[in-house]
């Protein structure tokens, strides 16, 4: 599909995106911010107008979660308003908006995964404001896909994985928690899942079943804790590693004890399944370790 419009094109996903894209021969412009910001309503229509696309992936969004807890209009603006206006604009040029949300929408109570049928009950605002921009999407007449996802890393921007890399150069001993259970999701695994979505909508045209909220993550699960534990172990490191509770660590956003998603809706209509979270670990891990070595 020529002229992918990718936002967010700076951050985990959207650099994934941007260069598998590009790698597959694709016409695709990414835009972040400065030039494309949900803080500034004028950049939306201003870089949809100038791109004409063809298709929007939506990888931008404010995923502050503690900041979020006193920065509500800044998140709202990130996760609702802005992510509503590109599918209004998607629904007046008839073409399909791809949007990526998160397991955050879920209280983490179930003590099963969830399913896209499930209903959402977010205990914080960065939660809160993505569940109401999945709402404000749905409701927007744009042919949209909503893909929940949860715990990405890659070896591009902040996350998990680099935090913890970065924390064993310095430390002896880390204390993470152990009783938040989920699915890492590597950003090039998200990043092939949602092109090869583009393929089908190029190959096959728009289906109704296509239209909805779609979970995909990698497959298996772990905790933080057990996560933390891979990654020293691929990256042949051996600190030592302490489990907490949630109780033990604070935070101003309470985060979902149990965040597993169902992903089984994804294979059913896309045929797409997300490699289990392992196996995508160690060329990450590796990238990190030479982008992040000492001089």
């Known amino acids: 599909m020529a002229g992918i419009l990718i936002t967010g094109g700076s951050g985990q996903l959207g650099d994934s995106l941007k260069k598998l894209a590009r790698a597959r021969g694709l016409d695709v ?62 629904a007046g040029a008839k073409i399909p908006f791809i949007h990526v949300s998160t397991d955050y929408v879920f209280d983490g109570a179930k003590g099963a995964p969830y399913t896209e049928e499930d209903l959402t009950n977010p205990t914080g605002v960065y939660g809160a404001t993505k569940r109401d921009g999945e709402i404000a999407i749905l409701n927007s007449g744009a042919n949209a896909i909503i893909l929940r996802t949860a715990w990405v890393y890659a070896a591009h921007g902040k996350n998990f994985a680099r935090t913890m890399l970065n924390a064993a150069r310095t430390r002896n001993t880390l204390r ?104 995508s670990l160690p060329e990450i891990v590796h990238v990190l370790q030479m982008l992040d070595a000492p001089c």
């Not at 909508?201 to 289906?207: E, F, K, T, Y």
């Open 29 to 90: 412009r990414a835009v972040s911010r400065p030039e494309f910001d949900f803080l500034r309503p004028e950049t939306i229509d201003g870089c949809f107008a100038a791109s004409r696309p063809d298709l929007v992936i939506n990888a931008a969004a404010y995923t502050a979660v503690d900041a979020a807890e006193t920065h509500e209009a800044e998140a709202m603006a990130g996760n609702h308003t802005g992510p509503l206006r590109l599918a209004e604009l998607c």
């Open 176 to 279: 993470v928690v152990a009783d938040q259970r989920g699915t890492p999701t590597a950003a090039p695994d998200l990043a092939t899942a949602i092109l090869d979505i583009a393929a089908i909508l190029r190959r096959d045209g728009w289906a109704p079943q296509y239209r909805g909220i779609f979970h995909a993550t990698g497959a298996g699960e772990t905790t933080w804790h057990g996560f933390a534990a891979a990654i020293f172990e691929t990256a042949g490191l051996h600190p030592e590693l302490i489990p907490i509770t949630t109780a033990d660590w604070p935070t101003p956003a309470k985060r979902p004890a149990d965040s597993r998603l169902d992903c089984q809706k994804l294979a059913a209509v896309f045929g797409l399944r997300l490699p289990d979270w392992r196996a």
